[in-house]
């Protein structure tokens, strides 16, 4: 079968670092992605890894380790506006769009 | 403004009842998805098509259809054989299938009362 864990929830200060993590076990991977949805709304694309290491886009980076089956979402200088829920999800591979998701990460920002 | 629409946002049927649930993009993208979202679980694949007159199962099928008449729109119809349409639906769509990002409508929130 197809796992990906993720913690349910986290809580982190206005200003501070968070770091939230990803795991996966898969039958096959092609990259591995993260959306940030605000409750009721959308899921919009945060980042996008298929090769190890980290990729950093502003106050957002992802990192991955396909040997580990690990990834995480770091979120620097946190604004309230972070406060979402973040999602994992795994594509299996290039002959197929299915993506895998996690059940994805609550965040809340606090003052 | 390009983008993908849903609606509507909020639906209410009977049980017993199908509903179709609209989707339609103006990004000129290939691939579109359904998903399902229910508390405290991750997204479900419904349905998916890569091209127009063609479309694929995903996880959980059963009690859904769809049609891809057109290459900017893909509804979805929640039949009375689903158990549980209580839902979040949302539509997705990617340029390509199989290799690229893939993008979300607003979604529609179904409630079966």
């Known amino acids: 079968g197809q796992n990906i864990d993720q913690p349910t929830e986290m809580t982190a200060t206005e200003g501070a670092i968070v770091q939230i993590n990803c795991t996966y076990q898969?039958?096959?991977?092609?990259?591995l992605f993260w959306y940030q949805q605000h409750a009721g709304e959308a899921p919009t694309f945060l980042s996008y890894?298929?090769?190890?290491g980290l990729e950093e886009k502003g106050r957002f980076s992802s990192f991955l380790s396909r040997s580990k089956g690990y990834s995480y979402l770091l979120l620097k200088e946190l604004q309230m506006k972070d406060s979402a829920s973040y999602l994992c999800?795994?594509?299996?591979?290039?002959?197929?769009?299915?993506?895998?998701f996690g059940t994805g990460t609550r965040l809340q920002v606090f003052p | 403004d390009g983008g993908i629409t849903q609606s509507p946002k909020y639906l209410f049927r009977k049980e017993g009842q199908n509903v179709t649930l609209s989707c339609e993009q103006n990004?000129?993208?290939?691939?579109m998805y359904w998903y399902r979202q229910d508390p405290g679980q991750g997204l479900r694949l419904i349905y998916y098509?890569?091209?127009?007159?063609?479309?694929q199962k995903g996880d959980i099928a059963e009690g859904y259809s769809v049609s891809r008449e057109k290459k900017e729109s893909f509804p979805l119809t929640v039949t009375s054989a689903q158990k549980n349409p209580t839902a979040f639906y949302l539509c997705?769509?990617?340029?390509?299938?199989?290799?690229?990002?893939?993008?979300f409508g607003p979604g529609t929130r179904l409630t079966v009362l």
């Open positions: 997705a769509s990617s340029i390509l299938p199989g290799g690229d990002t893939q993008y």
């Open positions: 898969t039958s096959g991977f092609n990259g």
């Open positions: 890894n298929v090769l190890d």
């Open positions: 999800a795994v594509r299996l591979s290039n002959n197929t769009d299915k993506l895998i």
């Open positions: 990004l000129n993208h290939d691939a």
């Open positions: 098509s890569q091209i127009v007159n063609d479309f």
